[in-house]
């Protein structure tokens, strides 16, 4: 931590999945897509939205391989001095990466979220390739249609290598439009958010709903920043700095404080604080069935005496890694599942591990669960179980 250092505090739900979409903008057609190193660095405000803007969307476009940066799994005591507080990226010791791990992986490597119905191939030949443009970074505007199927970029000039698998025949096709510039840094490069004038994506959504690759119903509507999967699944609200996830086994949102949007099994009636709020079976089984769930509340993790400056909290003064404050707030949830009389809820530690049981009730038919972190017996939670108790 040098003081100085800087960390944008904007939305990557706002900015419609930023990083995903610079990730994604260099992948190219036809070939499997890992990624070795990511993260939503601390202590940027917004860093409970990694959970659903990196992992759902890349299992939404089949991705094969997530890495995060870094320390997932701390292999000494939890406790030790080179283990304690939050660092830049590590995971494993902030309570915000925890459960960005923890749903991330329900609904990547469980495979919760549903692949894209379709494929999209942004063709950029050699004339392109090799000009002055093509040093620059691809057309941000264009690379928003991987948020609505799977998309990718496909050199038409360039002859397949032997032995390499027949890609998908994709359903639209498209020439890239313009470029972006390219901000280089000694640790990292990234895309430049610019209009491309030659490129107008409320119109390609016209034709994509034309095609049939947006079905009837999908609410995109790219003038107002709301981006709608094809698979019905995934809807990003760019100006409520909303997105959520809706499955079968896993639903989640992230979100501000206030009312949260009717998933189908799951609703945040009312959060007091900015959130990333999830239910997922732990049984396997769908929502609707399942005998044993975990919620997840992530909210905000900073290190006590972090000092940021008064004018602009961008901008580092004092920082520390020890001692970790939790972002308290009261939550009102409700769960629709079978026999919701049967459940008992408990507040878990960040292990895993049960701490206290906690009152529920049932309104018609519904679970209702009241929470308030700031009260719990033995501090705040992050996790809590939902079990049937067995007769």
């Given at each position: 931590f040098?003081?100085?250092s800087r960390?944008?505090?904007n939305s990557?739900v706002e900015?419609m999945?930023?990083?995903?979409r610079?990730?994604?903008?260099r992948?190219?057609?036809g070939?499997s897509?890992g990624?070795g ?6 202590w940027n ?5 990694l959970?659903l803007v990196?992992?759902?969307y890349a299992?939404f ?11 997932a ?7 030790s001095?080179t283990?304690r507080?939050?660092?830049?990226f590590?995971a494993g010791?902030?309570?915000i990466g ?20 379709h494929?999209?191939?942004i063709?950029?030949?050699n ?6 443009q093509?040093a620059?970074?691809?057309?941000t505007?264009q ?6 199927a799977?998309t990718?970029?496909?050199?038409p000039?360039?002859?397949a290598?032997n032995r390499?698998?027949?890609a998908h025949k994709?359903?639209?096709?498209l020439?890239i439009?313009?470029s972006?510039?390219i901000n ?18 409320a ?11 947006l079905?009837s119903g ?5 003038d107002k ?6 698979t019905?699944?995934?809807l990003l ?6 997105l959520?996830v809706d499955?079968?086994?896993t639903?989640a949102?992230t979100?501000?404080?206030g ?7 799951f609703?945040v ?6 959130v990333?709020?999830a239910l997922t079976a732990?049984d396997?089984k769908?929502l609707?069935?399942?005998s044993?769930?975990v919620i997840?509340?992530?909210t905000?993790a900073?290190?006590?005496g972090l ?7 961008s901008?580092?003064?004092?920082g520390t890694?020890?001692t970790v ?5 009261k939550?009102?949830l409700s769960v629709?599942t079978?026999?919701p ?12 591990n ?8 049932v ?5 209702k669960i009241a929470?308030?972190?700031d009260?719990?017996?033995g501090?705040?939670a992050v996790?809590f179980?939902?079990v049937r108790?067995?007769?």
């Amino acid at each position: 931590f040098l003081p100085g250092s800087r960390v944008r505090l904007n939305s990557a739900v706002e900015g419609m999945a930023s990083y995903f979409r610079t990730i994604n903008s260099r992948r190219p057609y036809g070939c499997s897509m890992g990624v070795g190193e990511f993260n939503h660095c601390y202590w940027n405000p917004y860093q409970r939205e990694l959970a659903l803007v990196m992992f759902a969307y890349a299992a939404f476009s089949r991705y094969s391989t997530l890495e995060i940066h870094d320390n997932a799994v701390i292999p000494d005591a939890v406790d030790s001095p080179t283990n304690r507080g939050i660092g830049l990226f590590g995971a494993g010791t902030n309570p915000i990466g925890r459960a960005s791990e923890f749903i991330g992986n329900q609904l990547f490597l469980r495979g919760d979220v549903t692949p894209a119905r379709h494929r999209i191939a942004i063709t950029i030949p050699n004339a392109y390739l090799f000009s002055q443009q093509g040093a620059r970074a691809a057309s941000t505007d264009q690379s928003v249609l991987g948020l609505l199927a799977e998309t990718a970029y496909a050199f038409p000039d360039i002859p397949a290598r032997n032995r390499v698998m027949q890609a998908h025949k994709p359903d639209y096709i498209l020439p890239i439009s313009g470029s972006a510039s390219i901000n280089t840094h000694g640790w990292f490069s990234e895309s430049i958010e610019e209009k491309d004038t030659n490129f107008s994506l409320a119109k390609t959504v016209e034709t994509l709903r034309k095609k049939g690759i947006l079905p009837s119903g999908n609410l995109t509507d790219a003038d107002k920043g709301i981006l709608h999967s094809d698979t019905g699944e995934i809807l990003l609200n760019a100006p409520l700095k909303r997105l959520q996830v809706d499955t079968p086994r896993t639903q989640a949102v992230t979100m501000t404080a206030g009312q949260g949007p009717a998933l189908s099994n799951f609703t945040v009636d009312q959060a007091g604080v900015d959130v990333m709020a999830a239910l997922t079976a732990v049984d396997d089984k769908p929502l609707a069935a399942s005998s044993r769930m975990v919620i997840a509340l992530s909210t905000r993790a900073i290190a006590k005496g972090l000092q940021l400056r008064k004018d602009d909290e961008s901008i580092l003064v004092k920082g520390t890694s020890q001692t970790v404050l939790y972002n308290t707030g009261k939550f009102d949830l409700s769960v629709k599942t079978a026999s919701p009389e049967a459940f008992k809820l408990y507040a878990l530690d960040i292990n895993g591990n049960r701490r206290c049981e906690l009152p529920l009730r049932v309104e018609a038919g519904v679970l209702k669960i009241a929470l308030d972190t700031d009260t719990l017996e033995g501090g705040p939670a992050v996790f809590f179980e939902l079990v049937r108790e067995q007769k």
